[in-house]
């Protein structure tokens, strides 16, 4: 069965420093790869997939089939990224597929 | 900007009640889906459903739980028996047809706190 790691679960750093936060992934197949973001009182969104390669607000995670993960990497924090992360996967590119979530990390960006 | 809604945001039921769970998808979407998220632990999926029935179900999701879209826009989901476990957040999804949009995102509704007493 397919499952997602993030082995931390709080990270907390100082304004402008680096951030990465870990995601390991188990499948065998080619699954997608997404984080997504929960702000403080606020729904969970999706922050970015794997297969757009984009970098928002910042944050941009590659993925490594080799090492099976999808790090999420920005190289200056900011106090509004201070949130609950979480990295999920999907089996299959289309619609209509259930989405696997790790245990979600909280970032603290402090001031 | 179309978002998807919930309601109650909390319910306190008694344990063996019945509760129904709301959730109004965006409108132009096709997929449906319900997660839940008990305190401390991650978000699981229970039940995706598409064309007017399950698509794919979770271990969780046994008879006790029941999902519907009785009138084109609620999507509802019903635990028959609540018992103390079912104490947990829930949240609702949908999704559009990516083989037209290009993509595959799920869109979350704000959830609901389930208190089971």
């Known amino acids: 069965a397919q499952r997602v790691t993030q082995p931390e679960k709080l990270l907390s750093v100082f304004k402008g420093a680096p951030v990465e936060l870990k995601c390991n992934y188990s499948?065998?197949?080619?699954?997608?790869l997404f984080w997504y973001v929960q702000y403080s009182r606020q729904r969970l969104q999706l922050l970015l997939r794997?297969?757009s390669r984009e970098s928002i607000k910042g944050f941009t995670a590659d993925l490594n089939k080799g090492e099976t993960s999808f790090h999420l990497k920005k190289p200056f924090a900011q106090e509004e990224d201070s949130a609950m992360y979480y990295c999920a996967l999907t089996l299959r590119t289309g619609a209509n597929s259930k989405l696997t979530f790790g245990k979600g990390i909280t970032l603290s960006v402090r001031p | 900007e179309p978002e998807v809604t919930q309601t109650p945001s909390h319910q306190v039921t008694q344990m063996g009640q019945e509760v129904i769970l709301r959730c109004v998808p965006i409108?132009?979407?096709?997929?449906f889906y319900w997660y839940r998220q008990i305190l401390g632990q991650k978000v699981e999926f229970l039940v995706s459903?598409?064309?007017?029935?399950?698509?794919?179900k979770s271990e969780i999701f046994d008879d006790q739980f029941s999902v519907e879209r009785p009138d084109g826009s609620n999507f509802t989901l019903k635990i028959r028996s609540t018992k103390l476990e079912d104490s947990a957040m829930y949240f609702c999804?949908?999704?559009?047809?990516?083989?037209?949009?290009?993509?595959?995102?799920?869109?979350f509704g704000p959830g609901t706190r389930l208190t089971v007493l």
């Open positions: 794997h297969i």
């Open positions: 499948y065998s197949g080619s699954p997608e």
């Open positions: 459903f598409y064309n007017n029935e399950i698509s794919e």
């Open positions: 999804a949908s999704s559009d047809d990516s083989r037209l949009a290009g993509r595959n995102e799920q869109f």
């Open positions: 409108s132009n979407h096709l997929y």
